[in-house]
């Protein structure tokens, strides 16, 4: 199977916690290509305080990893980020200083792994009206999901669809993360999956997580969860 779409992976070199250098991050987009993706869409950390970048330093960036790319031999390439979501990246998001997918009709947001903030649905569904649809990153490693999935039900009400880190389902992140993906996985909760790359090896364990991927789901779904779902967010229109 070919023709993926990754929607968060941190290929861009020297801006967060992903690619070093520009050969790491080559070498991460030729691994993730060998692991059936066409498409790759670099989604580098817009945190304060962790990582102070903002929309220019972001695209200052991608546009210096750009000039490295050899014509042959690679996926096609996007840029977007990971918004962490508190009031400071909220007001970015709503003011146009965010980085959404392109096509500016989507949006990755990772929220803080042991608590929802507050009024979380309220916001997301202020984004939706604001013309971006939010994508919640790796909701499986989030420890309100590992006690009662119910908990993601009303973000999806709120306009917002789940992204699977495929690697969850290998136990890279421990046993919960992986039991609470299989659980989502289940009641087909997830709109796409992703790699979440952040080393050329993250690659070789995502190849292993879409073969695991297609055990549990079959060919279609995964095919839906790779490439569709992923397609169907970059236009806005997931169901």
């Not at 998001?93 to 009709?105: C, H, I, R």
């Not at 590992?146 to 136990?171: H, M, N, S, Y």
Request: proline share 7%; with cysteine.
């Amino acid at each position: 199977m070919a023709g993926f779409i990754d929607l968060h992976c941190h290929w861009v070199a020297a801006i967060d916690d992903g690619a070093r250098t520009f050969e790491q991050g080559l070498e991460m987009l030729r691994r993730l290509q060998n692991a059936g993706f066409s498409k790759v869409v670099a989604t580098p950390h817009m945190r304060p305080g962790m990582f102070d970048n903002d929309k220019p330093a972001l695209e200052r960036a991608y546009a210096a990893m750009i000039e490295t790319l050899p014509k042959e031999g690679m996926p096609e390439v996007g840029l977007a980020s990971e918004h962490w979501f508190d009031d400071v990246v909220f007001k970015r998001l709503t003011s146009g200083a965010g980085l959404p997918y392109p096509g500016g009709k989507a949006v990755l947001v990772e929220l803080n792994p042991q608590q929802y903030p507050i009024a979380l649905p309220a916001r997301l569904l202020d984004l939706r009206r604001g013309g971006l649809a939010p994508v919640i990153a790796h909701p499986e490693r989030y420890q309100p999901t590992w006690k009662d999935t119910e908990t993601l039900q009303p973000l999806i009400d709120a306009g917002a669809c789940l992204l699977l880190d495929v690697c969850a389902l290998t136990g890279k992140y421990g046993d919960r993360p992986k039991r609470a993906a299989e659980k989502l996985l289940e009641e087909d909760a997830y709109e796409a999956a992703c790699s979440d790359a952040h080393r050329a090896e993250d690659a070789d364990e995502t190849a292993k997580a879409i073969v695991r991927l297609r055990k549990l789901v079959g060919d279609d779904e995964t095919d839906r969860l790779m490439r569709r779902g992923p397609e169907a967010i970059l236009k806005g229109q997931w169901s």
